[in-house]
């Protein structure tokens, strides 16, 4: 399977037609995005639509500038073909993709930590017998070459527990964009900031 995953987006228009095209080209299976769709909650609109229109499934996850209800408006109205993964999970093609959004910090969805370990459980659990998984977040995990790419933001705990307990082979997230394009190894795990970047992955 061949995904285009992105995140931090923040309501640019222009960097989302180009992912787009990108998407289009490439001949992915999917489009994933990793929050902060919108920025401060506004400027919603063509940040999913651009995909659909080159029949894209996207799945995505809100982060610290979406509300809950943003992301589930966002895929209310795009219906099936746009899953909001926050506290859920997806199966495609034999691969387990499950998510959880937000953040520790920031102006809307803001989580305690156990929350994110619960919300990341709640997905897991229905995807815990694929070959294959896929774990999304906003956060980056505590520990990681990405939390000290920033002075700012401190990694989740959750994200690195959940890495430990659930070893998906692979972990999406955003957030700093500082380590856009970071790549790093937590144990078997493939742990990628996907922030203002956009990466290529066939699994």
Do not use: W
């Amino acid at each position: 399977m061949k995904i285009l995953a992105s995140g931090d987006l923040h309501g640019d228009k222009k960097l989302t037609e180009r992912l787009a095209e990108k998407a289009e080209k490439e001949n992915v299976d999917l489009v994933i995005l990793a929050g902060d769709i919108s920025h401060f909650d506004a400027r919603t609109e063509n940040m999913i639509g651009p995909f659909l229109k080159r029949g894209k499934k996207v799945l995505f996850v809100p982060g610290n500038h979406e509300t809950l209800a943003t992301a589930d408006f966002l895929a209310e109205v795009y219906g099936p073909e746009a899953k909001n993964l926050h506290g859920y999970s997806v199966l495609h093609k034999g691969v387990g993709i499950f998510g959880c959004g937000g953040a520790t910090i920031g102006p809307n969805l803001r989580l305690e930590e156990d929350e994110i370990f619960e919300l990341l459980q709640k997905g897991f659990k229905y995807v815990k017998d694929s070959k294959k998984k896929i774990m999304v977040t906003h956060v980056h995990p505590a520990e990681s070459i990405i939390e000290r790419m920033t002075e700012f933001f401190r990694g989740s705990t959750s994200v690195r527990k959940a890495i430990d307990k659930f070893k998906p082979d692979i972990l999406l997230c955003a957030h700093v964009h500082e380590a856009a394009g970071i790549e790093e190894k937590i144990g078997n795990t493939r742990v990628i900031n996907v922030s203002k970047s956009e990466k290529i992955i066939e699994i």
